[in-house]
């Protein structure tokens, strides 16, 4: 399974909504997680179950989709919002395929 | 509060070995599966390693397989990847990372050591 970011940069204005694409090549679970990363940093897990926000995430970033469409959406971009999103499927463990990310730029 | 602390990263020569450590606290280790992952400068996440909680089952990704191997120490709450017949493209920021109970994501990540592999 190939898993599909896009588009691989994204310019958006702070205060505006940000939709990130993350394509499976084939029909998979809802074992999809999103990770924020900004430079020099680890990864930070968003949502995981395609859907639900991790402990402490702001109530701006959802999840949705199922099948083999997924998006992340960011309601409205605050600075520190600025970073690469990583989509992650993990219906197979140990085995986890990324997605190339996106990286999320200000306009 | 989770935290992991990866050490062990440095500059080696291709062919050469390194052993990386990550530091576990703030969670019961023993419980939980561990992971090792890694990126490429400039480029995005790859999945390199997993163990399960008592360590008795391991797993690599085929670009790593046969050269790398994980442990953990429960007693120490510390985990390891060792490798071996590194080569220049193994360089990379490694991350130690928490699996979240019997999901496959990770939930927690250290903040990396750099591996570099250079003549």
């Known amino acids: 399974i190939v898993m599909t970011q896009s588009p691989a940069t994204l310019s958006v204005s702070p205060g505006e909504r940000a939709t990130l694409s993350c394509r499976a090549s084939?029909?998979?679970?809802?074992?999809l997680a999103w990770y924020q990363q900004k430079l020099g940093q680890a990864p930070r897990l968003l949502i995981y179950g395609a859907s639900t926000r991790a402990t402490g995430i702001p109530a701006r970033f959802s999840g949705s989709g199922s099948g083999t469409e997924f998006t992340l959406t960011i309601s409205s971009l605050q600075s520190e919002d600025f970073a690469v999103y990583y989509c992650?499927?993990?219906?197979?463990?140990?085995?986890?395929?990324f997605g190339g990310g996106t990286k999320l730029e200000i306009k | 509060e989770v935290q992991l602390l990866e050490s062990g990263g440095g500059f080696v020569q291709p062919g050469g070995s390194l052993r990386l450590s990550c530091a576990a606290s703030?969670?019961?280790?023993?419980?939980?599966?561990m992971g090792w992952f890694r990126q490429a400068p400039g480029k995005g996440l790859e999945w390199v390693s997993a163990?399960?909680?008592?360590?008795?089952?391991?797993y690599f990704a085929d670009s790593v397989r046969g050269r790398f191997t994980v442990s953990r120490d429960n007693s120490k709450n510390t985990l390891y990847l060792q490798m071996n017949s590194l080569r220049a493209e193994d360089t990379a920021v490694y991350y130690c990372?928490?699996?979240?109970?019997?999901?496959?994501?990770?939930?927690?990540w250290g903040q990396g050591t750099l591996v570099t592999v250079s003549s």
């Open positions: 703030g969670f019961t280790f023993t419980n939980y599966a």
């Open positions: 163990i399960n909680g008592r360590g008795s089952s391991s």
């Open positions: 084939q029909s998979v679970s809802s074992n």
């Open positions: 990372a928490k699996r979240d109970g019997s999901s496959g994501f990770s939930d927690y």
């Open positions: 992650q499927l993990y219906n197979d463990w140990p085995v986890v395929i």
